[in-house]
Nanobody, 119 residues
Framework: QVQLVESGGGLVQAGGSLRLSCAPS????????MGWYRQAPGKQRELVAD???????NYAASVKGRFTISGDTAKNTVFLQMNSLKPEDTAVYYC?????????????WGRGTQVTVSS
């Protein structure tokens, strides 16, 4: 089973920045896409941003212009640079990796890293 390991969460004041990183715990097959989701207390998990192997990116409207996703497809790593953080960005952030096998998408998840933005 593939294990994704996140790092970089923490506590920051509003307006500050954090950088999240995610990589598999050991070498594994290549993913078709990787991304970040978040879940705030009492809310559903939502997509923050994702990036395909080809480099195409997609962002939630609430983070566009503030967050930047990047990746190293050769190493199966993905990063999320978060700038101008707001209290509403407070959530557990989960790394996701997707692999397509015979027209079926297989999703892999990290355990999550807490991001807390104080006002």
């Amino acid at each position: 089973q593939v294990q994704l390991v996140e790092s970089g969460g923490g506590l920051v004041q509003a307006g500050g920045s954090l950088r999240l990183s995610c990589a598999p715990s050991k070498s594994t097959f290549s993913f078709n896409a990787m991304g970040w989701y978040r879940q705030a207390p009492g809310k559903q998990r939502e997509l923050v941003a994702d990036i395909t192997r080809g480099g195409s990116t997609n962002y939630a409207a609430s983070v566009k212009g503030r967050f930047t996703i990047s990746g190293d497809t050769a190493k199966n790593t993905v990063f999320l640079q978060m700038n101008s953080l707001k209290p509403e960005d407070t959530a557990v952030y989960y790394c996701n990796a997707r692999r397509r096998v015979l027209a079926t998408d297989l999703d892999y998840w990290g355990r999550g890293t807490q991001v807390t933005v104080s006002s």
